[in-house]
């Protein structure tokens, strides 16, 4: 199995900024894309950003030129520095994996999710 933990959310003003981290442990063979997608109270999730294992970044179009994913191979983790946050980007914010494990099997795992709250 392969368990998400998310950290860094929380509280911030508008123009704010906050880093999300995500760490992936359990049985892992190896890690192909990891991302970020978060949920606002009545609304669908949507893409914030993924990043695969060869660093090729995807950014939902709400995000871009504010947002930057990365991730540290080694560690398992993937990070998010979200800058001039707006109220808008208010969500719960859930940590992405897509990994394959020893005997091949494929699988796509959540994190149970961080609370970001912009707000004055």
């Known amino acids: 199995q392969v368990q998400l933990v998310e950290s860094g959310g929380g509280l911030v003003q508008p123009g704010g900024s906050l880093r999300l981290s995500c760490a992936a442990s359990?049985?892992?063979?190896?890690?192909?894309?990891m991302g970020w997608y978060r949920q606002a109270p009545g609304k669908e999730r949507e893409l914030v950003a993924t990043?695969?294992?060869?660093?090729?970044?995807n950014y939902g179009g709400s995000v871009k030129g504010r947002f930057t994913i990365s991730r540290d191979n080694a560690k398992n983790t993937v990070n998010l520095q979200m800058n001039s946050l707006k109220p808008e980007d208010t969500a719960v914010y859930y940590c992405?994996?897509?990994?394959?494990?020893?005997?091949?099997?494929?699988?796509?795992?959540w994190g149970q999710g961080t609370q970001v709250t912009v707000s004055s």
């Open positions: 990043i695969s294992r060869g660093d090729s970044t």
């Open positions: 359990g049985s892992i063979f190896s890690i192909n894309t």
């Open positions: 992405y994996a897509n990994s394959m494990s020893g005997l091949g099997l494929v699988r796509n795992s």
